[in-house]
């Protein structure tokens, strides 16, 4: 089936400091993926998202790239802030042995940004 | 921005009894699910729903869980009687024939 390996967290880095929180997958065909950020107390918030191989996707400050040759799609940041403190989640959409398409969600990345 | 919208924010409930969980989907969206979060952990699968039926649902999804679009615009959760590890924030998305899932905000569920 499809699934979704994140870092293991916590990661605590200082404000400024350079960000990589590592994303891989396994599918069937050719899966949709995403970052979402849930802020303390919060829901579920989309960050990025690439449809295929070799897109970027970028949002406020983040970037994505999808490697379909590496199967990666890890998350980067060049200077977190306090406010980026979140948990991220690395997410994946794709056809399912039911012929299905749904999210499957990597187990998340606690981010705790120190000033 | 459309938005989904998920009722009540905050539900605690006694063990055993039911509890009805509810979303709007946004409109024009076709695909819809339920997931769930144990506090801390991962979000987890539970059902997707298209035409009106159930397409897929996890193992977590027993015969105390079922789900309803009673009148075209609702998308209820039911837990028929309610465990203590059914404790954890429940959230509704929907989609359209796209890639796009939108989030509600959630409904924290506290079985006490």
């Known amino acids: 089936g499809n699934s979704v390996t994140q870092m293991e967290g916590p990661v605590t880095l200082s404000e400024e400091a350079f960000l990589t929180i590592n994303c891989t997958y396994t599918a069937t065909g050719y899966p949709s993926l995403f970052w979402y950020v849930q802020y303390p107390g919060e829901g579920l918030q989309l960050l990025l998202k690439?449809?295929?191989?070799?897109d970027k996707g970028s949002n406020k400050g983040f970037e994505a790239t999808y490697r379909k040759e590496t199967t990666s799609f890890h998350l980067e940041k060049g200077s977190v802030q306090v406010s980026d403190s979140a948990v991220y989640f690395c997410a994946l959409s794709a056809l399912t042995n039911f012929g299905n398409e749904k999210l499957t969600f990597g187990t998340g990345t606690r981010l705790t940004i120190i000033p | 921005e459309p938005e989904v919208t998920q009722t009540p924010s905050h539900q605690v409930t006694q063990m055993g009894q039911e509890v009805i969980l509810r979303c709007v989907p946004i409109?024009?969206?076709?695909?819809f699910y339920w997931y769930r979060q144990i506090l801390g952990q991962k979000v987890e699968f539970l059902v997707s729903?298209?035409?009106?039926?159930?397409?897929?649902k996890s193992e977590i999804f027993d015969d105390q869980f079922s789900v309803e679009r009673p009148d075209g615009s609702n998308f209820t959760l039911k837990i028929r009687s309610t465990k203590l590890e059914d404790s954890a924030m429940y959230f509704c998305?929907?989609?359209?024939?796209?890639?796009?899932?939108?989030f509600g905000s959630g409904t924290r569920l506290t079985v006490v």
């Open positions: 690439a449809t295929k191989a070799d």
């Open positions: 998305a929907s989609k359209t024939g796209g890639r796009g899932y939108t």
């Open positions: 409109s024009n969206h076709l695909y």
């Open positions: 729903f298209y035409n009106n039926e159930i397409s897929e």
